[in-house]
């Protein structure tokens, strides 16, 4: 299973260093990416590591410790969607949201058609995006809806709320 981590920090100095750590402390559970996120009250900011795919993200070494005041960190041992596009911390197309997430989703496929028929379209084969679409659609009320064993945190930038649920 992936891992993943996270620090708030309401002063917004969050040092990436501490951050890297963090991360390389999970490297065991998930050998096959590296990702992070850092946000501010305007942005959120895609960062790669040493161990990430090839993505078009500037390095986690450049980034300052800046204006941001939560950073998420991810480890991903890939399962369900082996492309890129499952990277993670993953956001939605608009940049409200993003999401750290750890587990497997055991209906998202179900998940996935109820919301395609709600107009919900998706970019990717992942059970990530089909949580945070979740999330965007139904709320916190999302969980009621899921079936499986996780971990996630998810900032939502409209709403100035961090949802951190596991299972059950």
């Not at 390389?24 to 050998?31: L, N, T």
């Not at 916190?140 to 939502?156: E, K, P, Q, R, Y």
């Amino acid at each position: 299973m992936c891992g993943i981590c996270g620090w708030f920090n309401s002063n917004r100095n969050i040092e990436p260093d501490v951050l890297i750590r963090m991360n390389q402390i999970a490297k065991h559970r998930g050998p096959d990416d590296e990702g992070y996120m850092f946000c501010s009250d305007d942005v959120c900011i895609p960062l790669v590591g040493e161990d990430s795919v090839d993505l078009p993200y500037k390095h986690i070494s450049e980034m300052g410790t800046g204006d941001c005041f939560l950073a998420l960190g991810h480890r991903r041992l890939s399962i369900i969607d082996l492309s890129r596009q499952g990277h993670q911390p993953m956001t939605e197309e608009n940049n409200e949201m993003c999401i750290t997430f750890n587990g497997e989703i055991y209906n998202y496929i179900e998940v996935r058609k109820e919301l395609e028929s709600k107009g919900i379209n998706f970019n990717t084969n992942s059970d990530t995006e089909v949580l945070l679409k979740a999330y965007s659609f139904w709320g916190t009320d999302c969980v009621s809806h899921l079936n499986g064993m996780w971990g996630f945190a998810i900032w939502d930038k409209k709403r100035r709320r961090i949802f951190c649920s596991r299972d059950r």
